[in-house]
């Protein structure tokens, strides 16, 4: 009796036993399919937020390591971000090839990563500067010594607003058209982002940058520039398209820029850099409105 009793026992007590780790096994299995189905809603929000973030910032370039689009616009808000106003430089010469006026930057400029490189002409605003006109013109007289066209084309009332360019698909110049010498054209705002790393300061810096293009002749260009004369933060030179393109490193991520210009890839980027557009309303709530 006890013998049989004691079995009996033993076999109550292993269904028992089964029966508890089946319902633990059920019990686990909800766990785990409760994280896995919070993981993949997470996920595809996250997929989704992307997404949407592309669609809304449609060109955005990026290297390796580099803030998402969020924190360029982010940057527009922190102190000690700058804004800066350039000019893509076309010279027309006699034999109706163009070149393009750029500044070669020096070899002991401050920071390391640029040295070399090649920089659009322009530059930061200063506390003077009411729109990005007063600082394209006061930077460019300061790097080209105040040649007479500075003044003459930089006029508000001469500026073709070609801002939604930046904004499509299309290059910012056809190279197939003739742009008459004397012209300066708007071609939209863009956010620069910079790594900590690249300028080898404590944290990144971004500025937004209002660029424009402007053509000119040959006579037009300082004889000084083709005497090699050094300039703020370095040379200015003559190149061609295919040296900008196949050739130079650039400052600033204007490798971007030239890129978004010509409609090619360039050959070289630097690590740490990030462009993003900025569409009208950013722009515009940054109060540094283009005058065009």
Known sequence: MYIMGSSKGRKHGSLSSIKQTIISAIYTNKKLFFISTLLATIAYYSASSIISNQRTNPHISHNRGDNNASELKAALKRKGDGRAAVAIIRVVQPTNETRYLVQLKSHDYPIKAFRGSVCLLGGNADKRDNTPIDTLKRELNEELISPDWVNTIINPTNIIDDSTLQLSDKPLYNSTTYIEPGTIRYLGATLHFQSAEIINKPNSYAFTCALYEITITEDQVPSHIFKGANVQEGSVVL???????????????YEYTIEKYFGRKTRNKQKGTAVSNV??????????????
Do not use: N, R
Not at 279 to 292: C, I, M, N, R
């Open 239 to 253: 190149l061609t398209e295919d040296q900008l393109i196949q050739h130079s490193k650039f400052a600033w991520g």
């Open 279 to 292: 569409d009208k309303k950013t722009w515009e709530e940054s109060v540094w409105t283009p005058e065009k």
